[in-house]
């Protein structure tokens, strides 16, 4: 440790002797300065003799930094144009797309409801009946019996699928679950003594479709075990042969005055080769965006004091504007959110051609609605704008703003997308689009601003993020974004690499 200390004393006493020699006086702060920053002493004397200074303190020091980076910035722009230019060949810009729209997963063209009664009902049905057939593809649930037939089997051990219709604990601490089908009503009863069951009982959500297996005793049915639809646990994957990549965006909200247009324009120089990271943005043939393309126009309370642009037609151009700056062999598939101009009732068709006009003007611009199911390259992406991630966050404890993806898991676990049934705006469709039907392999969201990212059996499972700072109501509600963050797929191994700008 003595050695150590002594060379540390001669590098320092080195380097003021230097100074000295060329008669230039170093403070005690910049000397500091040129330790922290590790600066090459010989290069501060030669600017300090070109600029006749005698004194080199940290605020010389400081101007000399900033010119540095900015002539190192200079010549790496310069050498990136050279590579560029000089590169033959743009991978993505090689390979031919490979892009669909699932039409059948999307409402656009398809809204027939009339907001009835009846298409309530029907709703639901339609809601437990693609939900128990799922469970029923479930070991423990091929042989399920309706509700009506369980006293025929009292006593006897058997299976039943039912939606949740309210939860109650009793004085003495007994949990219950009131459920039911199209043939009848039930109560369950969650033994006090089943730890597992009682964890999964705090984690049901109302509204829910389940499988229970138990045994009826008098009036209740005793639970032994409950299931949720979920994914299968040796669910597998698709992947492509070449290194395709997608970047996922969302939220961006075109029109806030907290919309980050310059770092959003420095990720359009990547795509097109111009900054860093060469070896995974010359991959990038598709980009994917969940939605809040703009900030939209009466979305909340006294919205206009924080616009930019207090016009919605001109949200939408400048939007395109920007997006038209995208290389061209880029294909950009664009969902909706709540702040978008459509209907705030999900599920949302696409963007009207008379009020985003420009974006399809665009010939790499894909208009969908939300939610949607699209592929590249054959991967299958989910794409959901998330607006129920805040129902979810506020009923589940595991979830929390900061992590949107365990609260996009808890989608996965349930098959549904909008699980609680009054929280959020819906329309009962006489098709049901918000069942997950088909297991993507992507899923993507935004909504909470927040990026993160997981796989859970076999699904990479990521929230995007978004484009715009923190907002007044954010500060309110102590949440953190994390804006400006481009996560990354790799389609052949589903790596994800998320780039910060």
Known sequence: MVLVYATVDRNREEIIRKFADHGIVLTTHG????????????????????????????????????????????????????????????????????????????????????????????????????????????????????????????????????????????????????????????????????????????????????????????????????????????????????????????????????????????????????????????????????????????????????????????????LASLLEKIPDYIEIVLSVGNHDAVRGAEPQPKLDRDIGAPLYDLPNVHMVGNPVMVSTHGVRTLIYHGTSLDTIIGSLASCTYSRPETAMVEYLKRRYLIPVYGNDALLPEKDDYLTIKEIPDIFHSGHVHTNGYTSYRGVKVINSGTWQARTKYQEEQGHFPTPARVPIVNLQNHEVSVIHF
């Open 31 to 318: 000397f500091e300065e040129i330790i922290s920053q590790n600066l090459n002493p010989e290069e501060v004397i030669s600017a300090a003799k070109k600029r006749n200074v005698w004194l080199v303190a940290d605020e010389f020091l400081k101007e000399f930094i900033e010119g540095k980076r900015r002539r190192l910035g200079r010549e790496r722009t310069e050498i990136e144009r050279v590579k560029v230019e000089r590169k033959k060949h743009i991978f993505a810009k090689e390979i031919d797309s490979e892009l669909k729209i699932h039409k059948e997963t999307d409402i656009t063209g398809r809204s027939t409801c009339g907001g009835l009664i009846e298409n309530f009902m029907d709703y639901f049905n339609q809601k437990y009946d693609n939900l128990r057939e799922i469970l029923m593809k479930r070991e423990g649930l091929k042989a399920s019996v309706p509700i009506k037939m369980v006293r025929r089997y009292r006593g006897e051990d058997i299976r039943i699928i039912a939606m949740v219709s309210s939860k109650r604990e009793s004085k003495k601490g007994y949990k219950f679950l009131e459920v039911e089908d199209p043939t009848g009503e039930l109560t369950i009863l969650v033994p006090r003594n089943n730890r597992q069951l009682n964890q999964m009982y705090d984690n049901i959500l109302l509204d829910e479709v389940i499988g229970i297996s138990g045994r009826l005793n008098g009036d209740l049915f005793i639970a032994n075990e409950i299931y949720q639809p979920d994914l299968p646990v040796d669910n597998r994957t698709r992947s492509t042969d070449e290194e395709v990549h997608i970047a996922l965006l969302s939220d961006i909200h075109v029109g806030s005055y907290l919309f980050l247009e310059e770092k959003f324009n420095k990720f359009i120089d990547c795509l097109n080769l111009k900054g860093g990271n060469h070896e995974i943005f010359e991959k990038v043939k598709y980009i994917l965006i969940a939605g809040d393309l703009v900030d939209g126009i009466g979305i909340y309370p006294n919205q206009e004091k924080e616009l930019s642009i207090p016009d919605i037609y001109k949200q939408y151009d400048s």
